[in-house]
């Protein structure tokens, strides 16, 4: 089983809650001003940084497979929200690429990042439920 597909969440103190799941541990916590002590990232913040780590990995991979250095490149994500319901209406991810990336590889690593897991999984949404067990 893929260790991202069973998370086990337990509430360590104050706003902190922390997931495990394979041999990992992520820690999270609400900034100051929601009543934690902002010693980790809030969860929306990690799920924000999810889809730009997600794009890196793929420009990465890109890179790799072909032997072309990675040296100065970044990626850069921009989060525009919207007014009335404060959640992401748009998200703006830039690749910068260093000065002598193959012109001829250009269009073939923004298709290989537009390709990252992280925003397929948003373009087509899984279904969600919520269950309550007791006893445990």
């Known amino acids: 089983m893929n260790p991202s597909n069973r998370i086990d969440v337990h509430f360590p103190g ?12 992520l820690a999270t916590d609400q900034p100051p001003e929601f009543g934690g002590e902002g010693a980790a ?3 929306f913040d990690l799920y924000l940084a ?15 497979n072909r032997g072309i250095s990675t040296e100065g490149m970044r990626v850069v994500q921009e ?10 209406a ?6 910068l690429l260093p000065d002598g990336f193959p012109e001829k590889y250009r269009a073939a690593i923004q298709r290989s990042v537009d ?17 309550l067990e007791s006893g445990v």
């Open 90 to 95: 748009r998200v703006r991810l830039r690749l």
């Open 115 to 131: 390709g990252c897991k992280v925003k397929k999984s948003l373009v087509n949404p899984p279904t969600f439920s919520v269950e």
């Open 14 to 25: 104050g706003k902190r809650v922390h997931a495990r799941f394979g041999a990992f541990e």
């Open 41 to 43: 990232a809030a969860p």
């Open 50 to 64: 999810s889809l730009a780590t997600c794009a890196g990995v793929y420009a990465l991979g890109f890179c790799q």
């Open 79 to 88: 989060v525009e929200d919207d007014p009335e319901t404060h959640l992401p």
